[in-house]
């Protein structure tokens, strides 16, 4: 899989992406949103990319910029049937507020409903992330009511994740 945006390339890790994947992930202002571990280190970003999943088992990307070539964040996408549940996505802290969070929702969801072809995708946000929230709403997800408890290993305490969902009728009204 692999698929483009304006300023982005959404596409599989490679060894060659270990320095940006730690870079990105051993900051507490991105790992207290996400269930990875942390502190994240080199080998932790070996046997990531060495697996190609997310600690969920989805299929996880790397999302690098055309221009330059430097990964910034990273995504993850599991297709169940209809269906696919998306992970959150994240972005290196140097990167955030240049509305690269929102582009990558908004083409990730555009390839899940064009080229997987599914009526729907699931995702969430912990409770906290109100950053999150917002751009997940500008892309057209609701909140479904359920919520789930998730553990956040770098605050070492369970979280409430929000779950909301998109459907393709509401992504193209």
Do not use: H
């Not at 269906?83 to 959150?88: E, F, K, L, S, Y």
């Not at 080229?115 to 709403?137: A, H, R, T, Y």
């Amino acid at each position: 899989m692999r698929f483009e945006s304006e300023r982005l390339i959404v596409r599989p890790w490679k060894v060659e992406d270990i320095g940006d994947l730690v870079e990105g992930l051993n900051n507490y202002e991105v790992a207290k949103y996400i269930t990875t571990k942390f502190p994240y280190t080199v080998e932790d970003a070996k046997e990531f990319i060495s697996t190609g999943l997310s600690p969920s088992g989805a299929v996880s990307f790397a999302v690098e910029l055309k221009e330059s070539g430097k990964v910034i964040g990273g995504t993850s996408i599991r297709i169940d049937g209809d269906v696919v549940t998306a992970g959150g996505i994240w972005v290196n802290t140097r990167y955030q507020g240049s509305g690269y969070g929102e582009e990558i929702w908004r083409e990730r969801a555009r390839y899940c409903f064009d080229v997987l072809g599914v009526s729907e995708i699931q995702s969430g946000f912990l409770e906290d992330n109100e950053k999150s929230w917002k751009m997940q709403e500008k892309v057209g997800f609701k909140k479904t009511g359920e919520r789930k408890k998730r553990f956040v290993q770098s605050r070492g305490c369970n979280v409430m994740e929000i779950k909301v969902s998109l459907k393709r009728e509401d992504f193209y009204a």
